[in-house]
């Protein structure tokens, strides 16, 4: 740090400049509107976890790639991180077409200028409810129509997202359980081999655990296991 000379061969240091922040009335209708404008930003960063969780393929990814990992018994391998990590990518492979679609449709035009914010959300979120729209039970769908006593929607853009958001949410968990008890079929299996060899050799205070153990993966890694899981989670979302 930088210091000056104060009489007799003294040092200070220099002074370290403050911040300050004004709060105020405004006086024009204009500062209002940037201020809300800035609380709303604010409110929507503070959500996009909730968002990028419930409202992309995100969810399924995640899950059905914890339920390899505990058909494996592998307790923390792969980390969790890379787990989020590889959900997190293939959730951005999987949504690049509809965040394209917001980025011309919505974003672009509102950064020139050719559309209002309330425009650009309107167009941004016909794009997401078209992608959940293609992925969600209709029966889930009408659950939460029903209790909110809206009408019967004409068409995606009309219906809310209040409703279709969750409907989504549980679509989504309902098959990454399905896709999760196929993959425990196999690794359930051997276990229960292993389980009968044990008790059939009379070795019953030895864990199958520790000898399926390899046995799963190995399985595992002769099938190629995460390109079949990879491959399986991106063909779900091209029907």
């Not at 690049?96 to 650009?120: C, H, M, R, W």
């Not at 909110?148 to 359980?177: C, N, Q, R, W």
């Not at 070795?203 to 079949?228: A, N, R």
């Amino acid at each position: 740090m930088s210091q000056m000379l104060v009489g007799h061969g003294v040092y200070a240091a220099d002074p370290i400049p403050g911040i300050n922040i004004d709060i105020g009335n405004s006086t024009s209708p204009g500062g209002a509107s940037s201020t809300v404008s800035i609380l709303l930003l604010i409110t929507v960063l503070s959500i996009a976890p909730s968002i990028l969780v419930l409202m992309t393929s995100f969810t399924r990814i995640v899950i059905v790639l914890g339920f390899v990992r505990t058909s494996l018994g592998t307790q923390q391998m792969p980390p969790n991180q890379v787990l989020i990590g590889l959900a997190l990518f293939l959730t951005f492979f999987i949504m690049a077409p509809t965040f394209g679609d917001i980025n011309e449709t919505a974003l672009q035009p509102y950064l020139k200028g050719q559309v209002s914010q309330t425009e650009a959300l309107d167009k941004a979120s016909i794009s997401m409810k078209k992608f959940m729209f293609s992925h969600t039970r209709q029966k889930d769908l009408k659950l939460f129509l029903d209790y909110s006593k809206a009408a019967p929607p004409s068409g995606v853009e009309d219906t809310p997202l209040t409703s279709l958001v969750p409907a989504y949410a549980i679509s989504e968990l309902k098959t990454a359980f399905q896709m999760g008890f196929i993959i425990f079929i196999p690794f359930l299996v051997i276990d229960m081999v292993v389980a009968s060899t044990l008790m059939a050799m009379g070795m019953m205070m030895l864990p199958p655990v520790m000898i399926s153990l390899p046995f799963k993966i190995l399985l595992f890694i002769l099938v190629d296991g995460w390109y079949l899981v990879v491959r399986s989670l991106l063909l779900s979302y091209n029907t």
